[in-house]
């Protein structure tokens, strides 16, 4: 079977050349861009299983090319890990409301760069069982990976689907945020990564599932529930 290939975009040509040789270490196939066009038109055609995004790119930045690939049905379901120098809460949030799936900022090791794009291949790569819920307007097929709100569907990113998925999952239990971080995200919380990151998931999810929004409860203190009833 062929090992998973990233496209790896970052205008910094020594960044990219060291995330390229850590990949190339462990087994995978890499793709290179340094400007967001060339970015977009490599993810298009070649559809890798992953990308590395740099925010601070020239022809278009790394936010145009996210929002790109995630209105494009050719990419729209590519794992994407955003890099950047900037360390400010509303960048991450920019940055995952547009679909992005993790979030680093520089510096950082390129051994952890690895090690999440291990844990969110793996993740996605799961087979996922043949399961359909449905519950007043909202009908989920696992096996499919579609939901649907009121017979019309509902076009969720990969996190979003896993962050359902998990709320489902659990019944109407209550699940904190760090039990969804390291369920939906895979992040120890030696990583440091927000809580807010989970929070701002929801608040997009919310946002799609409409009428049946009302569904997911938050819980003052604790996390989220999914009203299955």
Not at 123 to 140: C, D, I, N, W, Y
């Amino acid at each position: 079977m062929a090992q998973p290939k990233v496209l790896v975009v970052d205008d910094e040509k020594n960044i990219a050349e060291a995330i390229v040789y850590n990949l190339q270490k462990e087994g995978f196939r890499t793709l290179t861009a340094h400007d967001g066009k060339r970015a977009v038109e490599l993810a298009q055609r070649d559809v890798p299983d992953l990308i590395t995004l740099d925010v601070m790119l020239p022809e278009m930045d790394g936010w145009e090319v996210c929002r790109a690939l995630r209105q494009d049905p050719r990419t729209k379901r590519i794992p994407i890990i955003m890099l950047t120098v900037k360390d400010d809460e509303a960048d991450k949030i920019v940055g995952l409301e547009l679909g992005a799936d993790d979030y680093m900022t520089k510096p950082f090791s390129p051994k952890e760069l690895v090690a999440r794009v291990k844990a969110i291949l793996r993740r996605t790569k799961e087979p996922v069982a043949a399961e359909v819920v449905s519950m007043g307007q909202l009908h989920v097929d696992f096996g499919k990976h579609t939901v649907r709100v009121g017979g019309k569907p509902v076009e969720l990113t990969s996190k979003e689907f896993e962050l359902l998925h998990a709320l489902l999952e659990a019944k109407g239990r209550v699940l904190g945020r760090d039990f969804l971080l390291d369920r939906v995200w895979g992040l120890e919380q030696s990583m440091e990564i927000e809580t807010r990151t989970v929070d701002v998931h929801v608040g997009q999810l919310r946002r799609k599932l409409k009428g049946e929004a009302k569904r997911l409860v938050t819980v003052k203190n604790v996390g989220y529930r999914f009203d299955v009833e």
